[in-house]
């Protein structure tokens, strides 16, 4: 378990006990950010791949 997911633990509880009033995406706001960063990370590697791919076919 990740930094985000232990902070996404943390805020949901202590917003779900009312010691804090943030608004629901702020609280999930750790686990977007994570989701991002790695659909991101997939999106550059799927490019990487599709230019060697294309690279290798144009020495053919």
Same mark, same amino acid.
């Given at each position: 378990m990740? /930094?985000?997911e232990v902070l996404t633990i943390i805020f949901v509880v202590l917003k779900l006990t009312g010691v804090i009033a943030w608004s629901w995406? %702020?609280?999930l706001l750790p686990t977007i950010i994570s989701f991002? /960063?790695?659909a991101l990370l997939v999106v550059i590697k %799927?490019?990487?791949v599709i230019i060697a791919v294309v690279a290798? !076919? !144009?020495r053919e």
């Open positions: 990740g /930094i985000a995406w %702020l609280v991002s /960063i790695y %799927l490019v990487m290798v !076919k !144009k």
